[in-house]
Structure formats: C-alpha cells, structure tokens
C-alpha cells in the first residue's frame, strides 16, 4: 500500500493519500482546494489513478479541494450523509465500506465535532483516520455546527478506543507539528478524556475552551456544503497559458519540449550552464542566450518581461532552480526544461553548434 501524509500550512490540516500499489487506485481523505496542483502532480508522478475524495466533515477552517478534484481528475466525492452536504456522488453512513484495489477503509460515524463526523479505519485495524474528532492529545472543537461535546465523548470510547491499541491514528490537523499517535498513547495519554477521566470531564473541559471564531468560517462552511464547488475564484487555480506545462511535486513548472522546439521565438531560452558547457560538445539550442546560473540572479535585469522564459542546463538541475531565482526577480511567466540538453539531444532535437 502507498501511504502519504501531506500537509497545509495555511490552514494546518492534513491530507491523507492512500492507494493500492498494484492497482494503483487512490483516495484522497480530507484534499484542501489550495493544494489541488500539488495532490494532482504527486498523484501523477506515483501514476495512481484518483477514484475519490472523502471528506470526514464540512470544515470550517479550509475549503475541500473535493469538487476540483472531480474537475480535473473525474474522482467522485464521498461525504457522510449527516454532513448535509449537497453535490455528492457518494454519501456515507456508518459501516460503509470505500475500496481501493484490494485494500478498503470502513466508515464509523463520529458526531460531536460536527453532526456528521465519521473516522475512516484502515481495513486490517493498523491506521485510522479520525478527522476533527480525536487530535493529537487533543479533540475537535464542539462549540459549532452541532458539535456536542457527550456525543464527542462517546464516539470516541466506543468507535476509536475499541479499535486495537497500536492502531496508528492520524487526525485532520495538528498545530504543533505533531503527526501520528496511537489508540494506547491516547486512551492513558489524552488529556481531555484518557484515563480515569469521563464523560462530566470532558464536558466540563469542552465548555470551557473559550476558543476564537475560526477565521475562514463564513467562507469555508458554505463552500464546503456543495463539497467545494466553484469555491473561490477559478483564475487562481487556473493554469499558465502562455505553453502547455506540466506541474511537478517538487513545485517546478516544466515545459513541453516538442512545443519549444517548434516556438523558439515565442520565448526567451536561458542556459543556465557554464560558458565551456554552453560552447561544448553538446551544443545549445538556437536562440539560447548563456547566462550562467551563479550570475543569474545579478543579471536578470538583462531579461525581458515581454516574452516567457524557459531555463535549459545539461540535464535540467540547475535549470530547475534557475525558474525560482527567476521568479524571485519578478517573472512570473518561466518554466524548466525537464531533462535539460541531455535529454533534448536524446529526443532528436535541434541543436545548434553541437558535435555529433
Ligand atoms: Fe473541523
């Protein structure tokens, strides 16, 4: 099984990726629209195939990336159907069962953070996925969309408690850079409702949080309650026109090179190598201009805002980090060429003063 814990800085909420490594099915638990480009390139980059999103709640601090997704990937959006939710293809009630490949998480409803709460486990009991309800020596909050902190209280000890003690429980969000627990960390460990502590405790604590309004709430709930759909202005997730260019985990945008070998004028190509690369025996592409990646940032006045810019090195190292100083100077239109003059030569591709 592929497993991948991603995380939003924004918003501090964690994704979760998990996929048969056979089949190569996915699903995504908890995407946040902000980080659709990153989820997609990694989950192109591992050649999964995304069948759903699944969200353990409507959030009040981020919008799901659930509806985008689907746009891009044709992935269906799963949701409990306590969650109130409209524009689903999939609503989930307790016990439910969501495949992927040969592995499947089961659904167990978790109300008390919201209403519709539900925890996904992992199908032999070894990770489990606890949304807003269980944290990292922590709970959700319970003073907001129905939350109620007794039906916290009881989700927890009779849905998460029971599952085995090593079962490794990952949770929506972590403020303090916490990761991963346990169910025996935190049945002795949690400071709201481990150990002796019971029911009265725990209400007693939840009543008396006196926690902030969330920032994002008069945004983040109605979005989330059509899963995501057209949340936010769509030109901010919209993809750079100026060539076709392929987004990378690493956060690089790379051009098509069969594009670039037919619109060499279109751009401005920067070779980033040292001058006796630049005039050696692999040659440079016609138009190429040498500047050498430890001057460029001294030197990016010399190059213009009226035409994109495309970094080229010997295999496309040193081009890739030549996009990010380039973008620090202010351009905002540049793009990496993968694979640099090794593989442009190897593609077949025009060469200018190169031996054969
Ligand atoms: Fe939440």
């Not at 057209?230 to 260019?245: F, G, H, K, N, V």
Request: charged share 20%.
């Amino acid at each position: 099984m592929i497993f991948r814990q991603l995380f939003d800085q924004q918003s501090s909420t964690y994704t979760y990726l998990l996929a048969d490594g056979a089949t190569g099915e996915a699903v995504l638990i908890d995407p946040v629209f902000e980080q659709v480009r990153r989820d997609t390139a990694l989950i192109e980059e591992l050649q999964l195939r995304l069948l759903y999103t699944i969200d353990t709640h409507v959030h009040a601090d981020h919008v799901t990336g659930a509806w985008m997704h689907k746009q891009r990937a044709g992935s269906q959006i799963a949701i409990s159907a306590a969650s109130g939710a409209e524009g689903a293809d999939r609503y989930l009630t307790h016990g439910d069962f969501c495949p992927f490949g040969a592995r499947y998480l089961s659904v167990r409803a978790t109300p008390g953070h919201t209403s519709g709460c539900i925890c996904l486990v992992l199908d032999d009991e070894s990770m489990a996925f606890t949304g807003d309800c269980l944290l990292i020596r922590g709970t959700g909050r319970t003073d907001f969309q129905h939350g109620d902190p007794h039906a916290m209280f009881r989700a927890i000890h009779h849905q998460i408690f029971t599952l085995p003690e090593t079962c490794l429980l990952y949770p929506a969000h972590d403020y303090r850079g916490l990761t991963v627990t346990s169910v025996g960390e935190e049945r002795r460990f949690n400071p709201r409702l481990g150990g002796e502590l019971c029911e009265d405790d725990f209400t007693g604590y939840m009543t008396n949080l006196g926690l902030p309004h969330p920032k994002q709430i008069d945004i983040a709930v109605p979005a989330n309650l059509k899963c995501g759909f057209a949340a936010c202005d769509p030109s901010r997730m919209a993809e750079p026109s100026w060539a076709p260019l392929s987004y990378t985990f690493a956060g690089i945008w790379e051009i098509n090179a069969q594009w670039l070998e037919e619109n060499l004028r279109a751009v401005q190509i920067v070779d980033v190598r040292e001058p006796d690369e630049f005039n050696g025996p692999l040659g440079r592409i016609p138009e190429a201009r040498l500047i050498s990646l430890g001057e460029l940032a001294q030197r990016a006045g010399e190059l213009g805002q009226d035409r994109p810019i495309v970094t080229v090195c010997r295999a496309g190292g040193r081009s890739a980090q030549a996009t990010a100083i380039l973008r620090r100077s202010g351009f905002e239109a540049v793009a990496n060429l993968a694979g640099g003059m090794l593989r442009w030569r190897a593609e077949g591709r025009v060469v200018e003063n190169g031996s054969v």
